[in-house]
T-cell receptor, first 114, second 114 residues
């Protein structure tokens, strides 16, 4: 079955440490997205990519980095510069067709600070 | 900029009650509108969508009609079940910037009591 796989489901970060969240899709979608979800805040866009080897900052990109070396993969690194990283992180993808296309989501990664 | 406003939660109903979750939006163009559902510990699943004025999206007994004159996309269900307990997100995709992600409301937590 086609879908989006995020791993790990739970992740713990020590102070000063970078951690990388994995996101893989087999939907053959061009566009991929990372969102951060905090309680009562809805979803906020961190980074997005419309095509391989290209990505743009979203609304809250500070302290995060991404890469898009393959169409299927869009890993997110939470750097030590992100001072409040505890949140639920969601990866999504969508096909071509712009704003009419719904986004498909993975099951998320919950990041906590040790 | 674009925004989505949902009714505050939690919304608590008894099984078989009628459900309405209000959603209003502001957008500069002609957006597509979506409802997503999130079950505990999971990602978001697309529930229904509408791409133009007066369109009605429907799925699993849920319905929402795209009302351009009132800039609304209220979610309704005639008879809710305990299994409908979840968080519901209204979202829009803007025609001028759909590739940079959807704009989400803060979510409405729905609790259905047996």
């Amino acid at each position: 079955d086609g879908g989006i796989t995020q791993s790990p489901k739970y992740l713990f970060r020590k102070e000063g440490q970078n951690v990388t969240l994995s996101c893989e899709q087999n939907l053959n979608h061009d566009a991929m997205y990372w969102y951060r979800q905090d309680p009562g805040q809805g979803l906020r866009l961190i980074y997005y990519s419309q095509i391989v080897n290209d990505f743009q900052k979203g609304d809250i990109a500070e302290g995060y980095s991404v890469s898009r070396e393959k169409k299927e993969s869009f890993p997110l690194t939470v750097t030590s510069a992100q001072k409040n990283p505890t949140a639920f992180y969601l990866c999504a993808s969508s096909g071509t067709g712009g704003f009419n296309q719904p986004q498909h989501f993975g099951d998320g990664t919950r990041l906590s600070i040790l | 900029g674009d925004s989505v406003t949902q009714m505050e939660g939690p919304v608590t109903l008894s099984e078989e009650a009628f459900l309405t979750i209000n959603c209003t939006y502001t957008a500069t163009g002609y957006p597509s509108l979506f409802w997503y559902v999130q079950y505990p510990g999971e990602g978001l699943q697309l529930l229904l969508k509408a791409t133009k004025a007066d369109d009605k999206g429907s799925n699993k007994g849920f319905e929402a009609t795209y009302r351009k004159e009132t800039t609304s996309f209220h979610l309704e269900k005639g008879s809710v079940q305990v299994s409908d307990s979840a968080v519901y997100f209204c979202a829009l995709g803007e025609s001028g910037g759909g590739a940079d992600g959807l704009t989400f409301g803060k979510g409405t937590h729905l609790i259905i009591q047996p």
